[in-house]
Protein backbone atom coordinates (compact mmCIF):
# COMPACT_ATOMS: atom_id res chain seq x y z
CA UNK A 1 0.00 0.00 0.00
CA UNK A 2 0.90 3.30 0.37
CA UNK A 3 2.88 5.54 2.47
CA UNK A 4 4.62 8.57 3.47
CA UNK A 5 7.82 8.57 5.31
CA UNK A 6 8.71 11.78 7.30
CA UNK A 7 11.79 12.99 9.73
CA UNK A 8 10.76 12.80 13.25
CA UNK A 9 10.26 16.09 14.67
CA UNK A 10 10.58 18.15 17.13
CA UNK A 11 12.89 20.41 14.75
CA UNK A 12 14.06 23.49 16.55
CA UNK A 13 15.83 26.70 14.79
CA UNK A 14 17.14 29.99 15.07
CA UNK A 15 15.20 32.48 13.03
CA UNK A 16 16.87 33.08 9.58
CA UNK A 17 18.32 29.06 9.76
CA UNK A 18 18.07 26.85 6.41
CA UNK A 19 14.68 24.48 6.90
CA UNK A 20 14.98 21.16 5.42
CA UNK A 21 11.92 18.50 6.01
CA UNK A 22 12.90 15.09 5.04
CA UNK A 23 9.76 13.24 3.17
CA UNK A 24 9.38 10.07 0.99
CA UNK A 25 7.38 8.02 -0.24
CA UNK A 26 5.79 4.58 -1.61
CA UNK A 27 2.96 4.51 -4.19
CA UNK A 28 2.93 2.84 -7.25
CA UNK A 29 2.83 4.75 -10.38
CA UNK A 30 2.75 8.30 -10.63
CA UNK A 31 1.29 9.70 -6.97
CA UNK A 32 0.72 13.49 -6.85
CA UNK A 33 3.06 14.85 -3.56
CA UNK A 34 1.44 17.56 -1.29
CA UNK A 35 2.76 19.73 1.55
CA UNK A 36 0.77 21.33 4.18
CA UNK A 37 1.02 22.61 7.25
CA UNK A 38 -1.43 22.75 10.16
CA UNK A 39 -0.81 25.84 13.01
CA UNK A 40 -2.05 25.65 16.57
CA UNK A 41 -5.95 25.17 16.73
CA UNK A 42 -6.40 25.19 13.05
CA UNK A 43 -7.13 22.78 10.54
CA UNK A 44 -4.43 21.75 7.25
CA UNK A 45 -3.86 24.12 4.93
CA UNK A 46 -1.90 23.61 1.27
CA UNK A 47 1.46 24.76 1.46
CA UNK A 48 2.59 23.23 -2.04
CA UNK A 49 1.96 20.41 -4.41
CA UNK A 50 3.53 18.37 -7.47
CA UNK A 51 1.63 16.60 -10.08
CA UNK A 52 4.38 14.95 -11.79
CA UNK A 53 8.44 13.82 -11.64
CA UNK A 54 10.93 16.67 -11.36
CA UNK A 55 7.83 19.37 -10.63
CA UNK A 56 9.17 22.07 -8.27
CA UNK A 57 6.10 23.32 -6.03
CA UNK A 58 6.86 27.03 -4.34
CA UNK A 59 5.05 29.04 -1.95
CA UNK A 60 5.70 31.27 0.84
CA UNK A 61 9.70 30.87 0.22
CA UNK A 62 8.86 27.25 0.96
CA UNK A 63 10.11 24.81 -2.17
CA UNK A 64 10.34 21.34 -2.68
CA UNK A 65 11.23 18.81 -5.69
CA UNK A 66 9.32 15.81 -7.11
CA UNK A 67 12.13 13.50 -6.88
CA UNK A 68 10.80 9.91 -8.83
CA UNK A 69 14.58 8.73 -8.82
CA UNK A 70 14.83 8.99 -4.77
CA UNK A 71 10.69 8.68 -4.02
CA UNK A 72 11.37 12.14 -2.28
CA UNK A 73 9.48 15.33 -1.62
CA UNK A 74 11.91 17.32 0.76
CA UNK A 75 10.36 20.30 2.40
CA UNK A 76 13.44 23.41 1.70
CA UNK A 77 13.40 27.05 3.15
CA UNK A 78 16.18 29.21 2.63
CA UNK A 79 15.59 31.32 5.87
CA UNK A 80 12.37 30.79 8.64
CA UNK A 81 10.91 33.22 10.48
CA UNK A 82 9.23 32.97 14.13
CA UNK A 83 5.96 32.69 12.24
CA UNK A 84 6.73 29.34 10.07
CA UNK A 85 6.75 27.39 13.79
CA UNK A 86 3.91 24.81 12.71
CA UNK A 87 3.84 21.33 12.47
CA UNK A 88 4.40 19.84 8.48
CA UNK A 89 2.76 17.11 6.77
CA UNK A 90 3.79 15.53 3.71
CA UNK A 91 1.03 13.32 1.65
CA UNK A 92 0.71 11.82 -1.51
CA UNK A 93 -2.37 10.84 -3.57
CA UNK A 94 -2.26 8.03 -5.82
CA UNK A 95 -2.49 8.60 -9.55
CA UNK A 96 -4.90 6.22 -10.58
CA UNK A 97 -8.16 8.45 -10.18
CA UNK A 98 -10.62 9.46 -12.43
CA UNK A 99 -13.40 6.96 -10.79
CA UNK A 100 -11.05 5.79 -8.14
CA UNK A 101 -9.96 7.39 -4.62
CA UNK A 102 -9.15 10.73 -3.80
CA UNK A 103 -7.89 9.60 -0.74
CA UNK A 104 -4.91 11.87 0.96
CA UNK A 105 -1.53 9.38 2.96
CA UNK A 106 -0.21 11.37 4.73
CA UNK A 107 3.48 11.23 7.17
CA UNK A 108 2.92 11.50 10.82
CA UNK A 109 4.09 15.36 10.52
CA UNK A 110 7.27 17.25 11.82
CA UNK A 111 6.79 19.87 14.46
CA UNK A 112 9.11 23.22 13.73
CA UNK A 113 9.77 25.85 16.10
CA UNK A 114 11.45 28.19 15.20
CA UNK A 115 13.29 30.64 18.03
CA UNK A 116 13.89 34.56 17.49
CA UNK B 1 -14.72 32.33 -1.69
CA UNK B 2 -15.59 31.12 1.74
CA UNK B 3 -13.82 28.25 2.43
CA UNK B 4 -14.57 24.70 4.18
CA UNK B 5 -16.92 25.14 7.18
CA UNK B 6 -17.24 22.74 9.86
CA UNK B 7 -19.78 22.69 12.48
CA UNK B 8 -19.63 22.52 15.61
CA UNK B 9 -16.08 23.35 16.22
CA UNK B 10 -16.02 21.81 19.87
CA UNK B 11 -17.77 18.34 21.06
CA UNK B 12 -17.95 16.79 23.86
CA UNK B 13 -19.54 13.46 24.66
CA UNK B 14 -19.88 10.37 26.97
CA UNK B 15 -18.98 6.87 26.05
CA UNK B 16 -22.41 5.20 24.62
CA UNK B 17 -23.07 8.54 23.08
CA UNK B 18 -23.47 8.96 19.25
CA UNK B 19 -22.78 12.51 17.36
CA UNK B 20 -23.28 14.03 14.30
CA UNK B 21 -20.65 16.46 12.85
CA UNK B 22 -21.00 18.52 9.50
CA UNK B 23 -19.57 20.11 7.25
CA UNK B 24 -19.44 22.20 4.49
CA UNK B 25 -17.48 22.31 1.35
CA UNK B 26 -15.95 25.27 -0.82
CA UNK B 27 -18.93 26.70 -3.25
CA UNK B 28 -18.10 24.18 -6.37
CA UNK B 29 -16.66 21.74 -4.67
CA UNK B 30 -18.57 18.14 -5.07
CA UNK B 31 -16.21 15.89 -3.41
CA UNK B 32 -15.81 15.87 0.43
CA UNK B 33 -13.31 13.43 2.44
CA UNK B 34 -13.23 13.00 5.94
CA UNK B 35 -9.69 12.41 8.44
CA UNK B 36 -9.60 11.63 11.29
CA UNK B 37 -6.37 13.55 13.76
CA UNK B 38 -5.02 11.48 16.92
CA UNK B 39 -1.95 11.71 18.74
CA UNK B 40 -1.03 8.64 18.02
CA UNK B 41 -2.38 7.42 14.87
CA UNK B 42 -1.80 10.62 12.82
CA UNK B 43 -4.19 11.54 9.68
CA UNK B 44 -5.97 8.43 8.91
CA UNK B 45 -8.99 8.60 5.67
CA UNK B 46 -12.37 7.89 6.91
CA UNK B 47 -14.16 8.33 3.62
CA UNK B 48 -15.41 10.11 1.00
CA UNK B 49 -18.33 11.29 -1.28
CA UNK B 50 -18.92 12.06 -4.29
CA UNK B 51 -22.47 13.24 -5.78
CA UNK B 52 -23.93 11.71 -2.62
CA UNK B 53 -22.41 8.19 -3.10
CA UNK B 54 -19.60 7.09 -0.73
CA UNK B 55 -16.62 6.54 -3.41
CA UNK B 56 -13.92 5.57 -1.09
CA UNK B 57 -13.58 4.39 2.57
CA UNK B 58 -11.31 3.73 5.25
CA UNK B 59 -10.37 1.16 7.53
CA UNK B 60 -12.83 1.92 10.44
CA UNK B 61 -16.01 0.13 12.18
CA UNK B 62 -18.83 0.60 11.15
CA UNK B 63 -19.85 2.57 13.86
CA UNK B 64 -18.32 5.28 11.80
CA UNK B 65 -20.67 6.37 8.80
CA UNK B 66 -21.38 9.79 6.64
CA UNK B 67 -23.58 11.00 3.86
CA UNK B 68 -23.75 13.55 1.70
CA UNK B 69 -26.64 15.73 0.52
CA UNK B 70 -27.49 17.03 -3.21
CA UNK B 71 -25.94 20.45 -2.27
CA UNK B 72 -22.76 18.69 -1.37
CA UNK B 73 -22.81 19.28 1.95
CA UNK B 74 -21.85 16.38 3.84
CA UNK B 75 -22.22 14.71 8.06
CA UNK B 76 -20.34 12.44 9.46
CA UNK B 77 -21.93 10.32 12.63
CA UNK B 78 -20.15 8.14 15.04
CA UNK B 79 -22.33 5.85 17.08
CA UNK B 80 -21.58 4.81 20.37
CA UNK B 81 -18.73 6.41 21.25
CA UNK B 82 -15.65 5.26 22.98
CA UNK B 83 -12.85 6.78 24.47
CA UNK B 84 -10.67 6.44 21.61
CA UNK B 85 -12.57 8.08 19.16
CA UNK B 86 -11.42 11.64 21.20
CA UNK B 87 -9.67 13.07 18.25
CA UNK B 88 -10.04 15.93 15.45
CA UNK B 89 -12.30 15.63 12.84
CA UNK B 90 -11.43 17.18 9.78
CA UNK B 91 -12.85 17.53 6.32
CA UNK B 92 -12.24 18.49 2.94
CA UNK B 93 -13.16 19.31 -0.29
CA UNK B 94 -12.13 19.46 -3.81
CA UNK B 95 -13.27 19.41 -7.41
CA UNK B 96 -12.37 15.89 -8.48
CA UNK B 97 -11.07 15.29 -11.75
CA UNK B 98 -7.85 15.20 -13.68
CA UNK B 99 -5.99 18.34 -12.33
CA UNK B 100 -8.01 19.10 -9.66
CA UNK B 101 -7.45 16.60 -6.87
CA UNK B 102 -5.92 19.45 -4.65
CA UNK B 103 -7.76 18.99 -0.87
CA UNK B 104 -8.94 21.72 1.06
CA UNK B 105 -9.39 21.66 4.65
CA UNK B 106 -11.68 22.68 6.98
CA UNK B 107 -10.65 23.71 10.75
CA UNK B 108 -11.73 20.84 12.16
CA UNK B 109 -14.32 19.75 14.62
CA UNK B 110 -12.67 18.81 18.00
CA UNK B 111 -14.57 15.80 19.74
CA UNK B 112 -14.04 14.72 23.44
CA UNK B 113 -15.34 11.50 24.61
CA UNK B 114 -15.47 10.91 28.42
Known amino acids: ?116 | KAGVTQTPRYLIKTRGQQVTLSCSPISGHRSVSWYQQTPGQGLQFLFEYFSETQRNKGNFPGRFSGRQFSNSRSEMNVSTLELGDSALYLCASSLRGQGAETQYFGPGTRLLVL
Open chain 1, 1 to 116: GNSVTQMEGPVTLSEEAFLTINCTYTATGYPSLFWYVQYPGEGLQLLLKATKADDKGSNKGFEATYRKETTSFHLEKGSVQVSDSAVYFCALRQSDSGAGSYQLTFGKGTKLSVIP
